[in-house]
DNA sequence: ATGGTAGCACGGCTA
């Protein structure tokens, strides 16, 4: 059972580089984010083509989400409780069944945060995209307590927009300010790894030297430049059936590539 | 210091 994240930065830009990559990892599940699309002009032949159920969450021009699967999708939600005032289309969950039991996919495109911008007293200025990007986060925290609470296999996956440690980037010094790299962003990653979930490709990859986005500008991709911010974060009960986790970079070798590269657990059954 | 790249959609925002 592969289940798979992927930043895909524009589903119609993509349709040959995200035939390709399903052809060739041909995942059970993958989740992508930043269709840039709506749900109506979603190019759902390129997916369903292929034998996959699609389940989307799109908005004009921005963000976007989406899941894909062999298995039938059931109890499908879309959008993050907790604020009714948020149209960003960032949050889709549905239910697969599996040959044991079945497992909650939670697909995300975290909010980038930048610019950072902060008042007087050092605090997010309100109403500003860093003060938004950290209030996600503690939406995100509130629905995944839910989702621990009742002690099924969840799995909470994404580009989550936040470099976790320093081994995490290239060039870590590039990134001290940015939103991605905040003290307050990675502060809000750790407590929701200290609530008990599990970061999937740490519990097997440990060291620095793996990442899942390069920059299309100055060859990042050549030179390796790049930062580990596309997360699969394990339930304690997702976490016993863990058998890897990798990050697939021949996407981002490829032509006309996201600036993203996809992340694939697998699980047994 | 500036400009370097890409997607959506056709102007400017987002990343």
Not at 243 to 251: G, L, R, S, V, Y
Request: aromatic share 8%.
């Amino acid at each position: 059972m592969k289940i798979a994240s992927f930043n895909i930065n524009g589903v119609k830009a993509r349709a040959e580089a995200l035939g390709r990559w399903l052809d060739e990892a041909a995942p059970d599940v993958a989740v992508l984010q930043e269709i840039k699309s709506t749900d109506e002009t979603f190019p759902r032949a390129l997916i369903e083509d292929r034998g996959y159920n699609l389940e989307t969450h799109g908005q004009k021009g921005f963000n976007g989400v989406a899941i894909a699967s062999k298995r039938p999708l059931e109890d499908v939600r879309r959008g993050l409780p907790g604020d009714d005032a948020d149209t960003q289309a960032r949050w889709i969950e549905a239910t697969v069944a599996t040959d044991s039991a079945a497992l909650r996919i939670c697909g995300l495109y975290l909010p980038n945060g930048n610019p950072v911008e902060l008042g007087d007293d050092g605090t997010p200025k309100p109403g500003g995209k860093f003060a938004y990007k950290l209030a996600w986060m503690a939406r995100l925290e509130a629905r995944i307590r839910a989702l621990l609470a009742e002690e099924t296999p969840a799995v909470i996956l994404g580009d989550y927009n936040v470099i976790p440690q320093p081994e995490d980037a290239a060039r870590p010094e590039a990134w001290r300010d940015d939103a991605l790299f905040r003290p307050e962003s990675r502060a809000a990653f750790r407590r929701l790894l200290n609530l008990g979930l599990s970061d999937a490709f740490r519990l097997r990859q440990p060291g620095p030297g793996h990442y899942t986005f390069w920059d299309y500008q100055g060859r990042a991709f050549d030179n390796n430049n790049g930062i580990r911010i596309d997360h699969v974060l394990l339930t304690p009960q997702a976490a016993d059936r863990l058998e890897d986790c990798t990050i697939d970079t021949a996407p981002r070798a490829g032509a006309k590539p996201s600036d993203h590269t996809p992340i694939i657990a697998r699980f047994a059954a």
